[in-house]
Nanobody, 121 residues
Framework: QVQLVESGGGLVQAGGSLRLSCAAS????????MGWFRQAPGKEREFVAA????????SYADSVKGRFTISRDNAKNTVYLQMNSLKPEDTAVYYC??????????????WGQGTQVTVSS
């Protein structure tokens, strides 16, 4: 069992930056690939980024490639999402997830409750 708690969301102007964190409970954090997903109002939840168990491989949605960076610290049981050059269309609730590798929600077994990111124009 893994419990995930996101933090770091907030209100930021377009062009600004935010860093999201996701703290995981349990001693098996390094056994899981980690992902970030987001859900905007009225839209389905979508993949943002993923990182392998060791952190050696990453994957990004085309919409965030070059602007967002996913990383993890297995000693701290934490995964991060650095978001730069934010756009109003990045406004969403951001969720972290733990599970298998990939961009499909079905690959992930555990989910956090989400943190709101709002980007003003």
């Amino acid at each position: 069992q893994v419990q995930l708690v996101e933090s770091g969301g907030g209100l930021v102007q377009a062009g600004g930056s935010l860093r999201l964190s996701c703290a995981a409970s349990g001693r098996t954090f390094s056994s899981y690939a980690m992902g970030w997903f987001r859900q905007a109002p009225g839209k389905e939840r979508e993949f943002v980024a993923a990182i392998s168990r060791s952190g050696g491989s990453t994957s990004y949605a085309d919409s965030v490639k070059g602007r967002f960076t996913i990383s993890r610290d297995n000693a701290k049981n934490t995964v991060y999402l650095q978001m730069n050059s934010l756009k109003p269309e990045d406004t969403a609730v951001y969720y972290c997830a733990a599970g298998g590798w990939g961009n499909a929600q079905s690959e992930y077994d555990y989910w956090g409750q989400g943190t709101q990111v709002t980007v003003s124009s």
